[in-house]
C-alpha cells in the first residue's frame, strides 16, 4: 500500500495540524501492509517535520514541493498540481492532514480528508471576515469530494452531524489522533533565562477559542491575591495567531511581559520536559476539535484544569483533572480549580490505548483497504517518477 499524506500549510512551526500528519506517517510505519510513505510538505515545513517524523525507514520519504507561500497560490497546488503527483507516485490512496481544495476526478486513487474541526462555524472570529467565508467554502468543497472523512473525535464528528447533508456524513468515521508518551524528555528547560522557577503551563495557538486572555486573567489574579507562589511564573506554548496582538497588549498593559513566556517552534522532547516539570497543566478553550494538550499532559501524569466541554471529557476518567464550566464567572471558578489541585500530587502518567499507534494505525489501514478495491487497478497504473523538490 502506498500512501500519500498532503500537509502543505502556511505554517512555519509545528501546529496541531503537521504534528498529526507526523503522527500519522509514524504509526503507519509500524503496519507491514505500507510499502510507502510519501509526505508532502512546503520547503518551509521541511525541517520541522523531518523532526518530527523523526523515523529512518526505507518506505519514508519526505517531499518538499515547489510552492509560493501565498493562499490562494497553496490552494490552487491541492486543486490542480497534487493530482498528477500522487499519480506520479502510484499512490493508492492520498490523505489529506485538513480540508483543502480537492478535484476529485483528477485523481487515480481514493482520497481521504482529516476534519480536526468545525472552526469556520464554531469560531469565525479565528478567520475574520470575509476570510471566513472562503474558509467554509473549501471545507465543503473538501468534505463533498473526498472519500471518506477521518475525524478526530465524536465531538467533531457529532458537530459536523449537526451541519452537513446525509451525503457528507455517512462518509465520516471517527478515528482519534495518535498520540504516544515521547520516549525522554529534554534535558534542560526550552524557557529562556529559567533559574528553577515554578510555572503553569498553557499550550495553544493564539487563538480566540483558546481563551488565552482568559488564562493570563486567571494568572494575574491569583498573583495580585498572593494565593500562588511570588516567582510563579505562566508559560504559553504556541504558534501565532489572531489573538497574538491582543495577547501582547494585555502583558504590557498588566506589566506581566517579565511573569509570562511565549513560546513556540519548540521539539517533542523539549515539550516533553515542560509537561514533566510544570505545576499544572491549564486548558480553558471554549470548543476543541480533539485537545492534544490534554491527552499529552495525562500521559505525563500533569495536574490539570480544563474546561468543562465534550472533547476533553471524551478522554475518559482522570483524577488528577478539574473541569470547569464556561460562561459567567469562569475567571473566578478557574482561580479556585487552580487553588484546589495545587496541593494534590502529580498522577502516574495515564495510559491512553484508544490513541496509541497500533490502535490508531489499524483502524487507518482498514478504512484504506476498504477505500481501495474499486480503483487499485487504475492507481497502479501510474509512472513511477520522483517529485520535485523531493527531500
Known sequence: MRIVIVAVSSTTHLSGVTRHAANLVR????????SAIHLLVAPWQQVSLREAVARSDRRFHLHAVPINSGTMARNWWYYADLPSIAAQLQADIVHLAYPAPLN?????CPTVVTLHDLYPYDVPTNFGFPKVLFHRLVMWQCLRAADAIACVSD?????????????ITEKATRIYNCVEPVPSASSRSPMPNWNGEPYLLCVAQH????????????????????EID????????????PETPRIHRLLQTESLNERVVLLNGIIDAEMQWLYEHCEMLLALSTVEGFGLPVAEGRMAGCRIVCSDIPTFRELGDYANCHYVSLGEGMEERSARAILAMRDQPRGKPAGLSQLSAPVIAGEYIRLYQR????????????????????G
Request: charged content about 25%; glycine content about 6%; proline content about 4%.
Open 27 to 34: 504509526c503507519l510505519l509500524s503496519r507491514s501492509e505500507v
Open 104 to 108: 476529485r476526478r483528477a485523481f487515480r
Open 155 to 167: 465531538s467533531t464528528r457529532h458537530r459536523l452531524a449537526s451541519l452537513a447533508p446525509q451525503s
Open 207 to 226: 487563538r480566540r477559542n483558546k481563551n488565552i486572555a482568559l488564562t493570563i486573567d486567571v494568572f494575574r489574579r491569583l498573583l495580585r491575591q498572593r
Open 230 to 241: 511570588s516567582s510563579m511564573r505562566l508559560v504559553i506554548v504556541g504558534v501565532r495567531g
Open 371 to 390: 477505500l481501495m478495491p474499486a480503483s487499485a487497478e487504475s492507481s497502479s497504473a501510474g509512472l513511477h517518477q520522483p517529485v520535485a523538490g523531493r
